[in-house]
């Protein structure tokens, strides 16, 4: 299904050109009449490719994205070069010399494309009739149950709390349920209160001994050695998920752990002698599920149309329990299998269908697999294939998109988003804001969610309704997914930790950059460029032009390998280049980006970029530029490198920047920008901002100039229709009396400001409401101002932004906060909640305001309240917290607390 979801995406960016800049390419010229018929034929090859569900032609699926990718070159390259003429004024004979002119002119002229796409229609007509393609409807569910799992969960959870074990071992064959119960007690309310600090850390097959440590380190908060994470008077758990051998588990050396009393490790592992360490272990070996739970899983997750199994009829539960006996009673094999079934309309005769297409499977292996080799593997292959197969067509090529993310990672939907509209997998005509598409690829992951393809990691609440924020893939199904890819050609995996010395790449290649001497980089000639120890790696090169994307994964914010030669401008026709965590500091960016014009995302996200070089700037198609560098990077940009990024949609500055002169950052020739964030008024010029029209999401820092903050509240009042999402961070207040209080007074007429985050003094001296300000001043509590504020879901008060020594949420105030910090008061002693206040209340968090008591009564009692994390407070501090969270878990109020610091 890899060419329908190519073509579909070609053809939605030929639709866009011929509709929504209509204007730019095709006036006054007849060039539109010709593309509107290529776009009129690629959707009949469309539907012939969707309708070729059962009988598939490798050759012809191949004969037609390579015909879709030859459409959208020629289109882009005339988009090209209208951009270049109008906006650069380069002449004809200039632009002739642009290397892929000729080629795009002699190989791929209408003429020959018309030719190709007529040859192509006349062999689909041969082998298939078209065929409708249904797509089921939407109706989510999430597994709440340990089905068949419940006394191991109570076994493990006892020997974690009272048992005398330091290591306890989860084992069991793959896709058993170890992952599932472990994080299922990782997250215990009961568990959570009676550890300190808890850490989990996924080792895997990709093991680094220095990196694991560090990872270790990165997941107890506020520790940064080694022995400050197991103190003698704490109690801590640390989980290691997936350690896939003896000799990775000893080379971890706990021994640098010191384990104390009362520190708990938990592992998951394929392998019983894993857990067999000089260390005291229990070993809990999980066993597949009999025929009766299995059964029961397989109806909770197929979405059964009743509740009581006795309702079910006597064939129904034959047919049921034949299904299971294909899965070998294996959950995970039964999770996937029973999501195939979600949603169908009728379920009984899917369900026979479903019977006999894994009999189909079975029947090829003549017997039942054995799960204690190589058959768990294979079983889980094809179980993963099947529920591949039976995806609506939208949700293949998002589902094997998926495995370009290295292993164990945390997926952001909105990063997902991103990436499938600058791929085309997202139309940009049939969702015309950011908040549709972005709930369109949501909804795609709710439904990978309901099939169990994916596992849901984080969620938010707005309202009534629960938004997905990101999701990870277990390491079977994403192994899987990659096969699934590469033999479809969607895209492939290139690791150079692997040994690779030359790879071919796809049309969408992801490349591994760690390779085996990172362990060496302290070593004295780790930079030593004479050093023979090096191997060269390169990449196979001799089609290069074919590459559609690049991502470029380092898993520990490594150099960029010096021996991994590429030039960039030879990938000419690339759309999509993201760097993940590679440090740049040494080896500079590869030479050639700026030869990439067709360029749709460019990302750095978790780099280390100094600069953002001038030569950046004619990238005309570009849609999304994520500058989003590490936070201890502070990036360098031209001022105009910018300005002429005239469909850009999606800008991510960093945390921390600087203008490359004294002039601001110009941001007046982005009017298709939908989402802006950490725009910081004081290296941007905010005159701007009323040009950006289309700004539905804006994040702004203001940082002492009154002015610059008052343009941003005064741009986000005015556009308060448009704004789904505002957030303001003030910084460094320290003007006069009277300019404070009349940002104050700005902020109370902002009613649409979502997020709030204020640092450093401002609300020193201000009264509840504007019209009472006077000379008469004192430290009142800023909380009435701030909870008048309607539409107000997040507040961070830090770093003395109150210096008084009490603050007060009353009733009916706060109506919609969602997450509420409190950081760095110093002199803050009290703090109280009266009942009705912050009824929306998720999130809260205290940190280093060492003078605060205690917590207020009523906050810990708040229906909505899901996590509270105390960090850095006082021994008796946190006591207190412990017993009013028992005492809400004796009531029956789940809370997620979090102690960590010291």
């Given at each position: ?140 569910f999430f597994l709440t149950t340990l089905v068949g799992m419940e006394g191991d969960f109570e076994m493990v959870r006892n020997l974690l709390l009272t048992g005398i074990d330091a290591v306890t071992t989860i084992s069991g064959v793959s896709g058993v349920g170890k992952t599932t119960l ?123 149309p009743v509740e009581n199994s006795k309702q079910l009829s006597r064939e129904t539960e034959e047919i049921v329990s034949k299904i299971v006996n294909c899965c070998q009673g294996l959950p995970l094999a039964i999770n996937l299998v029973g999501g195939i079934l979600k949603g169908k309309e ?493 009824p929306c209340l998720s999130n809260f968090m205290v940190m280093r305001c060492d003078n605060l008591k205690m917590l207020p009564d009523y906050l810990m009692e708040i229906p909505t309240l899901e996590q509270v994390t105390i960090a850095c407070m006082p021994k008796e501090f946190k006591a ?23």
């Amino acid at each position: 299904m890899a060419a329908a979801a190519v073509v579909s995406a070609v053809r939605e960016r030929l639709n866009a050109y011929l509709v929504v800049e209509d204007v730019l390419l095709f006036r006054g010229s007849s060039t539109r009449d010709k593309f509107e018929w290529l776009n009129s034929q690629l959707v009949v090859v469309e539907n012939f490719l969707k309708s070729l569900e059962n009988n598939r032609d490798d050759v012809l699926e191949k004969i037609a994205i390579q015909l879709a990718y030859d459409v959208e070159d020629v289109v882009d390259y005339l988009a090209l070069k209208h951009e270049w003429k109008d906006h650069w004024n380069w002449s004809i004979k200039t632009l002739l010399k642009f290397p892929s002119s000729h080629q795009v002119h002699r190989r791929h002229d209408f003429q020959t494309l018309k030719v190709r796409i007529d040859e192509l229609v006349r062999k689909l007509l041969r082998i298939t009739d078209y065929q409708n393609n249904t797509i089921p409807s939407s109706s989510f569910f999430f597994l709440t149950t340990l089905v068949g799992m419940e006394g191991d969960f109570e076994m493990v959870r006892n020997l974690l709390l009272t048992g005398i074990d330091a290591v306890t071992t989860i084992s069991g064959v793959s896709g058993v349920g170890k992952t599932t119960l472990a994080k299922r007690l990782y997250d215990d309310p009961t568990v959570i209160l009676n550890f300190h600090s808890r850490a989990w850390v996924t080792v895997g097959e990709q093991f680094h001994d220095r990196g694991m440590i560090e990872n270790i380190s990165s997941n107890f908060l506020f520790s940064s050695t080694i022995p400050e994470l197991v103190e003698k008077d704490r109690r801590s758990l640390l989980v290691l998920d997936d350690v896939p051998s003896v000799q990775v588990w000893e080379s971890i050396k706990f021994s640098d752990f010191s384990l104390y009393r009362g520190t708990k490790i938990l592992i998951t592992t394929r392998g019983k002698e894993v857990g067999l360490c000089k260390y005291g272990c229990y070993i809990h070996e999980m066993k597949t599920l009999p025929n009766d739970q299995g059964c029961q899983l397989f109806k909770i997750q197929s979405g059964a149309p009743v509740e009581n199994s006795k309702q079910l009829s006597r064939e129904t539960e034959e047919i049921v329990s034949k299904i299971v006996n294909c899965c070998q009673g294996l959950p995970l094999a039964i999770n996937l299998v029973g999501g195939i079934l979600k949603g169908k309309e009728d379920w009984a005769e899917a369900l026979e269908a479903l019977l006999q297409a894994l009999l189909r499977e079975q029947n090829k292996y003549n017997q039942h697999l054995d799960l204690g080799g190589g058959g768990t593997l294979l079983l889980l292959e094809k179980v993963v294939s099947l529920s591949y197969n039976h995806l609506p067509f939208h949700l293949k090529p998002c589902f094997l998109y998926l495995g370009h993310f290295p292993a164990d990672q945390v997926i952001s939907v909105e990063k997902l988003y991103l990436l499938l509209m600058a791929e085309g997998l997202i139309s940009t005509a049939r969702y015309q804001s950011h908040k549709i598409r972005m709930d369109a690829v949501e909804e795609y992951m709710l439904a990978l969610v309901q099939r169990n393809l994916v596992l849901m990691e984080k969620e938010d609440v707005l309202g009534s309704r629960r938004i997905m924020k990101s999701f990870k893939l277990q390491n079977q199904i994403r192994n899987l997914c990659i096969s699934i890819g590469e033999k479809e050609e969607f895209f492939g995996v290139a690791d150079f930790n692997q040994g690779n010395k030359s790879l071919y790449l796809l049309r969408r290649t992801t490349l591994y950059t760690d390779h085996k001497y990172d362990d060496d980089d302290d070593d004295d000639d780790a930079d030593d460029d004479n050093n023979d120890d090096y191997d060269v790696y390169s990449l196979n090169i001799s089609e290069p032009k074919h590459v559609r994307s690049l991502f470029f994964f380092s898993s520990k914010s490594k150099l960029w390998p010096k021996e991994l030669a590429v030039d960039l401008k030879k990938f000419r026709w690339t759309r999509v280049l993201d760097f993940n965590q590679v440090d740049f500091r040494v080896e500079k960016l590869p030479k050639g980006i700026e030869k990439l014009h067709y360029l749709r995302y460019l990302s750095f996200r978790g780099c280390y970029v100094e600069e953002l070089p001038s030569s950046l700037s004619k990238f005309p198609f570009l849609e999304t530029l994520d500058l989003s560098v590490k936070t201890s990077c502070k990036m360098t940009i031209h001022a105009n490198v910018l300005r002429n990024m005239s469909r850009l949609r999606h800008l991510y500055f960093p945390l921390a920047y600087q203008s490359a002169t004294d002039d601001k950052l110009k941001l007046d020739g982005l009017k298709k920008l939908e989402v802006l964030v950490n725009f910081h008024a004081g290296i941007c010029d905010a005159d701007h901002l009323p040009m950006l029209r289309n700004l539905e999401i804006f994040e702004g820092i203001g940082d002492g100039n009154n002015d610059n903050l008052e343009k941003m509240i005064n741009f986000i009042q005015g556009n308060e229709l448009v704004l789904s999402h505002s957030s303001l961070t003030i910084k460094n207040c320290d003007s006069s009396l009277d300019e404070r209080l009349s940002v104050v007074t700005a902020l109370l007429t902002c009613g649409c400001l979502h997020h709030l985050d204020i640092e450093e003094i401002l609300f020193e001296l201000i009264l509840p409401l504007p019209w009472q300000f006077g000379s008469n001043l004192t430290n009142i509590d800023p909380m009435p101002t701030l909870g008048k504020l309607p539409q107000l879901r997040n507040l961070v008060l830090c770093n003395g932004a109150f210096v008084g020594k009490k603050i007060m949420c009353a009733e009916a105030e706060f109506v919609r906060l969602r997450c509420l910090k409190l950081l760095y008061l110093w002199g803050l002693r009290e703090f109280e909640v009266e009942i009705g206040a912050l009824p929306c209340l998720s999130n809260f968090m205290v940190m280093r305001c060492d003078n605060l008591k205690m917590l207020p009564d009523y906050l810990m009692e708040i229906p909505t309240l899901e996590q509270v994390t105390i960090a850095c407070m006082p021994k008796e501090f946190k006591a207190l917290v412990r017993r009013k969270a028992e005492d809400q878990l004796s009531k029956g109020h789940s809370l997620f607390v979090n102690f960590c610091g010291k």
